[in-house]
C-alpha cells in the first residue's frame, strides 16, 4: 500500500490530533443534510448527500485551507413528519448541536465555521445559531447557508413545472449528478405541477411574505412539488458547479477576514 | 359619559371573557416588536411602535373579524446589545413566549394567528416557531411577517444611501409617520452610508447567501445604516400604507382558509 | 407641531439610546400584568392596566428619576384557563422573561429595578426572581411588589361582600377609576359573595397558611368573588392613591440606596 | 425480637409496596428542608430538623391516615450561599424534584399532598410548583406550608429583639425542643437585634411590601438574626406545639375533601 | 444531659458552619438510594437505607476525616414504575441534583466527594455527573459506587437462585442486617427463580453487552429476582463488612490525592 | 450504469420513503462515535469509523433484516477536551440526540434499534437512554452496545502494555484493518505503558468500583494509554470478526423478540 499524502486530506475527522493542531487558520465546513422523505425516488439522505458533496468540492478546491467536518445526516423536517423514514430533530435540539460543535471549535482557537444545509427546513435554526454566536463569540466568524439557494442562474434555466420544489426537478437532477445509484429511476413519479392543483392554504404558502406552514401530505400525496422525470444528471451538474463556484469564492472571502 | 360601541373594539385584551369566546373565528394578530438601539434621534421602542400600528391598521380594516393581542415590546436584538438601552431576549426564550401565547390561544379554540415583526431579528425565532406548530398543531393556521419587508413597491421608490438599513431612510420615515413626537429630530444623524465605509467582514455581510453577521457596533458608530435626515413623514405613510393594504389582503386570505 | 420636551419622558421605550445612557442612575419600573378572565364585565387586560397606570403614575412622581420599561401583558394564570380569553404563560417561562430582562439591564449598568405586578398569581414566579438574581446579581437593587397588597388602608374601609377577591370590589372600582371606557358596566355581575356559597376546598382555600389552590370554576361560574356592582371610580381613586403613594415612598428609598 | 405493629408505621419509605397500595386514600406528607448556616451554634440542616419533626408529629397524630414521604434536605439558600456548610439548589431545581415527586404520585393514585417546609426560602418555589400542578392535575389536593409562621399565637408571646428572624430566638427553641444534642449551646451568640445596626437596604428589606432581598452577610457577620442564647426547650415546645395542633387540623381537612 | 463530642459528629448537618469551615479537608460521602417497590417484604426505602449504613460505616471508620451528607431518598427507577409506592426521578433531574449539590461544594472549597448508590438504576446518570464535572471542575476528585458490586467475594458465596437480583437474596440479607424490623419477614416471598421462568426478552437481557431493558412487571409479578427467603441477618453482615472495608480503603486513596 | 439491487440496500438513508415503509420489521442499527483525539497516528474519527464499521457489517450478515441509520459523529469526550480537535457534545445534548432519533422511529413504527458505540465514553449517556425509554415506550426493543466490550476472547488474547486502552494496542489494531490509509503509521508513538508512569489519581481510577475520572492530559501527555506501534491489521481482524459474529447472534435474537 502506497502512503497517502497527509497535505491533502479535506475531511477533518481523518486528521490525527497533531495535524489538527496545525490547521486553526482553516475554514471548517459542516454540512448538514436531513432524513426525510423525497418521494418515491429519490433516498431519504438526499439533502445529506448534496450537503457533504458541495462541502467536499468546496474543501477540495481551496487545497487544505478549509476542512470538512463529520456531517449530521439529521436535521428540522415537521412538514414530512407523516411520510416514513422521516426523523425530524426539533429546531431547538438541531440547534443546540450545531452551537455545540461551533463553540467547542471557536473555544479550541478555530475563527471560521461555515455550515452547509442540503435542507431547507435548517435554516430557522441556522439562522437561530447565527445570533446566539453573535451574542456569545462575537469575533467567530460564523456564516451558513442552504444548497438550494446558491445556483440563481442555473436554477432560472431549469425547465420546471408551474409548482416546484421538494423533491422536484432542481433536486433531482443534482442527486443523478452526484449519487446515480442512490436514485431509484424507475419509481421516480410527478408530484403536484399546479397552482390549481394545490389546495387554498397550499397555494397561500407559495406567497412570501407572510410566510405560512403547510405540512407536506397537504400539498401532494407523493410529497414531491414538480416533475422529478424530466431531468437529467448534465443538469444537475450544472446547478452544482454554480453553487460550488459560489460558495468557494465566499469561503475565499470568509478566509480574507 | 358616552357608552363606548363594544363592537368596535380592536384590542383582544379590551374584550371581557364572554366577549371573546365569541371571536372564536376572528384572526388574532400579534404584534412583537423589541428594545433596542435606533441611533440617536429614532426612539428604543421603535420596532414596538411600528408592529402595533400596522397590527391595529389591520384590525381596524377588517371591522372586527380581526384582533391585536398585547404585543411583545421585547425581542431578539444580539446585534445591538453594545448600545445603551438595548434589552435583547435570547432566541430561544422568544421563541418559547411566543410559542406559549399560540398554543394556549390554539388548545382554546383559535385557528389564525398572524404574527407582525417591526423587528427583522425576530424573524429566524418566528421561522422556529412556525416549524414547532407544525409539528404539534397541524391544523393551526400560523403565519408570521417582518413589517419591512411588506412594501417592496415604496421601498424600491424611497431614495436611499448606498448602504441603508437599520434605523435608516425606511424606518425613520415611518415613525415620522406613525409617532412625530417619538422621534428627536434634531438629533437625527447619518450613519454608515457607502459600502465603502464598511470594514471587510460588514461587507461581506451585504451579499446573501451565505449569512454572517456582524455586531452594529462594526457597522456604525452610531449604530445607523443610511441618512435618516432625509425623509418625511409623508414617504413613511406612503410605506406604511403598502404594508397595510399587503397585509390585509393577506390576512382576508387567511380568514377564507 | 410643537417640540416635546424630552426630559419629561417617563416610559424608557420613548428614550434614544444615547438618552437612556444618560439615565443609568434612574430607577427602571416594569410593570407585568396578565391576560386573563375578570368576570362580565371588566377586560381581559385588567390586571396589566392596573400595572401600567401605577408605574407610570409612580415614574411622573419622580420626574425623571424612574422611567417605565415596556410592560409585560401575559402573565401565569393557569388557574383561569378554562374562561375564553386567558393566556396563561408557565411559571418558569415568566420567571425566565423578567429575569432576562432585569439581567440584560443589570449588565449594561443600571442598578435599581422594581418590578409592579397587577396580578396576584405571578407573585410566586418574582420571588423566584428574586432569589435567582441573589445568587447571580447581589449588588443589583432588585424589588417587586403586587398592587393588590399596597392600599391595606383603603381596602380595609371599601366595603365588601364576605368574599372578595378577583374581579371584586377593589379590581373594578380601580378600573373604574383608570379606565372607565374599558368597563362594560351594563354586564358587571355579582360573582360568589359567601362564604356558604363555596365548596369545601374553596373555604379551605381561604385560610393560609398552608396554602392550596382552586381553579376559577370552582369558586364561581362567572369567574368574580364578590360584588363589583357596588363600587364607584372614586373609592378607586382612593385606593390607587394610596398604592402610588407608598410605592413612590419606597422608590424614593430605593433611589437612596 | 418482637414483630412490629406494621399498621402503626408513619414513614412512607417503611412500607413495602403492597403495604403503600392500601393506603391510597391517605394524606402524604412531604417534609422539606435546607442545608444551610444557622450561625455558630445550630447545626446546617435546622431546617430539614424542624421540617421532619412537625411532619411525623402530624402523621402520627393523623394515625395511620396519613404517612411522612422521604424528606428532601437541600433547598433553595441563596441568600446563605456565602457561608461555609450552605448548599443550594436552584429554585428551579427544587420546583422540578417537588413537582416531580407529587406528580408520581398523583399519576399513582394518590390524591392529597401536603408539603411541609422548614425553610422560608423554599416558599416562592412551592408557590410556583402550586400553580403548575393546578394546570396539570386539576384534581390532585396539592397544599404547602412553611413551618414558621404555623404558630402566630406562640410567637406572639415570644420574647425577641427587635431585630429576630433566621437563627434567632424561636428557631433555636424550636431545635433545643426537638434535637437538644443538635444544637452547640456553648457557642450559640446573638447576631443583629436592633434595626440600627442594619444597613440601609437591610432596613429596607424589614418593610414588605414591595419585597426586596439581601444576602446574609450584609444583615449580621455571624448570619443571625436576634438573640439565640434567651430561649429555651420549653418555649420551643409551645411553639411545636401550636404548629402540630394547627397543621394536624388541616390535615383532618384535607382528608375530607 | 452530657455534652456530645462535637468532634465525633460523622453527619455533615450536624456541623454548624464554623465547624463545616474546618473540615474542607475532608471526604464527603453523599449517600443516594431511591424509593421504589423491593417485592412483598423489603421496604420501598431498601436502597437508601443500605446506602445509608455504608456511607455511615464508612464515615466512623474514618473518624472526622469524611461526613456524610444528608441523602437523595429518590432515585431514577422507570423500571419499576407501576409497581405501587415507587416514585421515580427522571435521570435527567437526578443528574441535576447530584450536580448541583457538588458542584456547591466544590465551589465553597470541598476537593474530594464520594457518592455511594444503594440503586443500580442511578448508575447511568451518576457516570452522567462524572463526566459533566470533569469538563467543568476538572481538579475536584469526584468518585461514585453502587453498593451492590461492592463485594463480589461475600456475593460469590451467598447462596442464590439461578436468577437473582433486585429484592433477592443479597438485598433481602442486607437489610435483615441493617434494619430488621423494617422487614415484613412474614410476606417475603420467592420470585422468579429460573432462567426458564423468563420470557424471551428477559432472558435477553440477561446477557450484556449489549444492553436491553426491561420493566420489572414483566420479569416477575412481585417484582423479585431469586428467593429471598433463604437468607440471615448474618449473611447480610458479612456482605456489607467486605463492602465497608473495601469502600474505607478506597476512601483512604481519595483523602491521599 | 447498471441497476442497482435495490433489495440489498443496508444504508437506512438509501431506501425511499415508500422502501422504509416496508422495512418496519427490520432491526435499525444507529451507529455513535465520536471526533476526539486518538493520538499522533490515528484519525479523530477514529470512534465514529470502527461504529460504522461493525453496524454495517452486521446489517450484511443480516441481509436485509437490518438497517444501518445515518450515524452520530460527534460524541461525550470531556476527557479529551484539551487535546485539539476534539469536539465534545455535553452529555444532555447526546442523550437528547439519540432518543429524539429513537423515538421518531418508535412512533413511526419500529419496534428494534440497537446503538452500537465506537466511543466508551458515550456509555453512560446511552444508559440514561435506555432508562428514559423504559418510561415513555415500554414496547420498543432499543438495545446499546459499546464496540470495545464485545471481543472478550480475542481481546484476551492480544498482548498489550501493562497499561492499555485508549488509543492502544486493540484500538489501532482495529483501525488498521478497516482503514489502514486513515493510520499515519509514521506518526503511530507508545504512550503511557506502566502502572508506574502513571500518577495517583490515574492509578486510582484503573480500580473501579468505584469510579473516578481522570482528563487524559493527567493520563499521558500524548494521549495514549499503551503501544500502538506493536499491533497488526491481522489482529484488528479477528478482534472485529468476534465483535461482529457476537453482535450478529445478538441482533437475531433482538429479531426474534
Known amino acids: 500500500m502506497q502512503t497517502p499524502d497527509r497535505t491533502r486530506i479535506t475531511r477533518f475527522g481523518d486528521l490525527t490530533s497533531p495535524e489538527a493542531a496545525q490547521r486553526r487558520g482553516a475554514l471548517l465546513i459542516l454540512p448538514v443534510g436531513a432524513l426525510e422523505q423525497h418521494g418515491d425516488g429519490l433516498p431519504l439522505s438526499t439533502d445529506t448527500l448534496r450537503a457533504e458533496?458541495?462541502?467536499?468540492?468546496?474543501?477540495?478546491?481551496?487545497?487544505?485551507?478549509?476542512?470538512?467536518?463529520?456531517?449530521?445526516?439529521?436535521?428540522v423536517s415537521p412538514h414530512h413528519?407523516?411520510?416514513?423514514g422521516t426523523v425530524s430533530l426539533s429546531a431547538r435540539l438541531f440547534i443546540d448541536v450545531v452551537s455545540?460543535?461551533?463553540?467547542?471549535?471557536?473555544?479550541?482557537?478555530?475563527?471560521?465555521?461555515?455550515?452547509?444545509?442540503?435542507?431547507?427546513?435548517?435554516?430557522a435554526s441556522?439562522?437561530?445559531?447565527?445570533?446566539?454566536?453573535?451574542?456569545?463569540?462575537?469575533?467567530?466568524?460564523?456564516?451558513?447557508?442552504?444548497?438550494?439557494?446558491?445556483?440563481?442562474?442555473?436554477?432560472?434555466?431549469?425547465?420546471?413545472?408551474?409548482?416546484?420544489?421538494?423533491?422536484?426537478?432542481?433536486e433531482t437532477a443534482q442527486v443523478l449528478a452526484i449519487a446515480p445509484s442512490a436514485v431509484d429511476r424507475s419509481s421516480l413519479t410527478a408530484g403536484v405541477r399546479t397552482l390549481q392543483e394545490l389546495n387554498a392554504k397550499a397555494r397561500l404558502s407559495r406567497i412570501k411574505p407572510p410566510s405560512i406552514s403547510v405540512r407536506f401530505e397537504?400539498?401532494?400525496?407523493?410529497?414531491?412539488?414538480?416533475?422529478?422525470?424530466?431531468?437529467?444528471?448534465?443538469?444537475?451538474?450544472v446547478i452544482l458547479e454554480e453553487i460550488v463556484t459560489r460558495?468557494?469564492?465566499?469561503a475565499e472571502a470568509m478566509l480574507s477576514l
Open 53 to 75: 458533496y458541495v462541502a467536499e468540492a468546496v474543501a477540495e478546491r481551496l487545497a487544505g485551507r478549509a476542512h470538512v467536518l463529520p456531517g449530521l445526516p439529521y436535521g
Open 81 to 84: 413528519a407523516s411520510f416514513p
Open 100 to 123: 455545540s460543535i461551533v463553540r467547542n471549535l471557536g473555544e479550541a482557537g478555530w475563527e471560521r465555521i461555515l455550515v452547509v444545509s442540503g435542507h431547507g427546513g435548517n435554516g
Open 126 to 170: 441556522l439562522g437561530v445559531v447565527e445570533q446566539d454566536l453573535l451574542a456569545t463569540h462575537p469575533d467567530l466568524h460564523f456564516a451558513w447557508t442552504l444548497v438550494g439557494t446558491l445556483a440563481p442562474e442555473a436554477s432560472a434555466k431549469l425547465p420546471t413545472a408551474e409548482v416546484s420544489g421538494h423533491s422536484g426537478e432542481s
Open 218 to 237: 397537504h400539498y401532494a400525496d407523493n410529497g414531491v412539488l414538480g416533475d422529478p422525470t424530466t431531468v437529467t444528471a448534465e443538469q444537475g451538474e
Open 247 to 250: 460558495l468557494t469564492e465566499y
